[in-house]
C-alpha cells in the first residue's frame, strides 16, 4: 500500500471513532428521579392521644321544696343503691299543711255530695252545684300537692353510683333546687381527648369499636383497657382546630378511677383505615394535573415511566390519599414529574450515604 493509501485510511477510521452513537443522546438517557412506593392506609399503625377521665354519668342533686336539713347519712366517695337516702328536710311544716289540706279536702268533698243530692232533688240551683264542684277540684289538688311536697322532703338516689360531692351541711337551711349532691354513675367511665380533623372523620360509632381505640392510664402504664366511640362535639376547638371526641370504657374492677385522671388514648389507625377500602398514599409532589384530570408517573419493573390515571379522595398530612389508579406496592415518581415524558426510562436517585 502506498503511504498516500495509508494516511487516507487512518483519517477515514479517526472520523468514524468521533462520531457519536445514536442511543448515547441525552434524550435517551435514563433521567435520574427519587421513588416513592405507594403504601397501604394500614402501614400508619396507631397514634396516641392525651386525654382525660370524666363521669358518663353524674346527676346535681336539690330538694324540690325548701326548708332546714336534718340528716344527710352519707358521705363523698360513698357508693350507694338506688332509693337509698342521700339527704332529708325537717318535715314538720309539711306534715302540717298536708293535715290542713286534708281537713280542707274533706269539708269540700261533704260540701259537694251535700249540693249534689240538693240539686237532684231540684232544691238548688245549678250554680251553687258548680261552686260545690270547683271547691272540691280545688281542694283535691291542693291536697295533692301537699303530698308531693312531704314526698320530697327526702332526697333519694335516682341510680346506683357514687356521691362524688356534698354541697351542703347538715341543720343548714336550703331553698329549692339549691345544689345538695352529685352522684355519678359507676358501670362506665369516659376519656375526652382531641383529635384533627382528618382523624375525626374516621371516629364513628360504627367503625370505632372495641379493639379500635384503647386506654392506658398514666398512674398504671403497664395496663390497656378497651374502649368504645360515645359521642363527639361537631364544633372545633378554635386554637388547635381539632375536636373532641368522647369514648367509653367499663370501670375495671379493684382499680380506683376518677374523674379528672390523665390517660392516653391509643388508636389504631390501621383498623381504622381498613374500613376505607383500598386507598393508598403517595407523596403530594408525585400527583399532577393535566386537561382537568390528575396522573401520576408509575414506572414498571424497566424503570420506564407511565402516565398513570388516578382519584384522589383527599389530604393526609403530607401525603395523597389515592383511591382509585394505583395498588399498594406500586412506584411512582416522587420528585420530578414535570421533567418526566411518557416511556421515558427512569434511574432511581439513591441518597449518597453521609449526604
Known sequence: MKPTGLILACILLLSACDKPQANSSPEHLPRPAKIAIARTMDEQKTRIFPGVTEATRKTDLAFRVGGQVVAIPVLAGQAIKQGDLIARLDDAPYRATLADRKARYDLAQVNYTRQKTLFEKKQVAKSRLDE???????????LTLAQDDLTHTRLTAPYDGLISRIDIDAFQNVQAQQPVAQIQGMATIDVIFNVPENLFVLLKKENAGIGNVQIRLDSMPDKIFDARYREHETTPDVTTRSYKVNVSMPRPEGITLLPGMSASVIVDLSSLYRDQGHSVLVPMESVFDEGGKTFVWHLDESNIATKAPVVVEGLEGTSIR????????????????????????????VRERGI
Open 132 to 142: 260545690a264542684v270547683s271547691s272540691f277540684e280545688a281542694a283535691q289538688a291542693a
Open 322 to 349: 389515592i383511591r382509585d389508579g394505583l395498588a399498594p406496592g406500586d412506584r411512582v415518581i416522587a420528585v420530578g414529574a414535570a421533567q418526566i415524558h411518557e416511556g421515558q426510562r427512569v434511574r432511581p436517585l
